[in-house]
């Protein structure tokens, strides 16, 4: 079972990397993109036959992390002799350190065959290299808390929070600024002093609604 709150890297949101390589006159397009659940992996393996529909071979393989549990691994060799595509596709996923992740690589045969090696090869390569293009963000876990601040100190406060690191998550302004801060759940102690120290004790940090957490990219 993974760590729930262990940070990982995963591709920026938005981003969809293509790159192709060429072998005995075979083509092998690689596409990779964000996916952090099957929905979305299916979405991009669909996506590339879309684009490609005369193609012989759309291989796959995918990763995704699922909290408090193993991450989700798929791979397909879609028509090539087995082991061949996928596995070496995911094995190449795995040791990139890539999670939420998803790679197709497209293949229009060339009328030379690769064996088994060959091929092994090829689909491995044609996903590293496209790795390399892969832009990444990391995904850390931060513990949630709330801060109620008179409307003449919020904006001073804020900045001295911001300032070692804290993140604003939402403000409701009614009689007080009510703050949701979002920060390293090692660093609680920390944040404490930081607004007591602040608002000479005027202001204490306070969980929401018990402990809770969320997820910061960046």
């Not at 490609?52 to 909290?67: F, L, M, T």
């Not at 120290?197 to 910061?216: F, H, M, N, Q």
Request: with cysteine.
């Amino acid at each position: 079972m993974t760590d729930t709150f262990t940070p990982y890297e995963l591709p920026r949101p938005g981003q969809v990397v293509e790159h192709e390589i060429e072998i005995k006159r075979s083509r092998f397009i690689t596409r990779i993109a964000r996916a952090q659940n099957e929905d979305e992996a299916r979405a991009v393996i669909a996506s590339a036959r879309e684009d490609y529909p005369d193609a012989r071979h759309h291989c796959s393989a995918y990763i995704y992390r699922v909290e408090g549990a193993q991450p989700v691994e798929r791979s397909s060799d879609d028509g090539e002799p087995a082991g061949t595509a996928g596995i070496p596709m995911l094995e190449t996923l795995r040791g990139s350190g890539l999670f939420d992740v998803a790679a197709v690589v497209t293949r229009y045969f060339g009328g030379t065959k690769l064996g088994t090696g060959g091929l092994v090869s090829a689909y491995s390569t044609s996903v590293s290299e496209a790795l390399d293009m892969v832009e990444r963000v990391t995904r850390s876990p931060k513990r949630l808390g709330q801060v109620a601040l008179p409307h003449a100190d919020a904006g001073r406060v804020e900045g001295e929070l911001r300032a070692v690191g804290v993140d604003v998550i939402d403000v409701e302004y009614a009689t007080l600024a009510r703050y949701t801060l979002a920060f390293a759940p090692e660093d609680i102690e920390r944040v404490r002093e930081k607004i007591a120290a602040a608002t000479r004790g005027s202001a204490e940090l306070k969980d929401p609604d018990g402990i809770t957490y969320t997820w910061v990219e960046g």
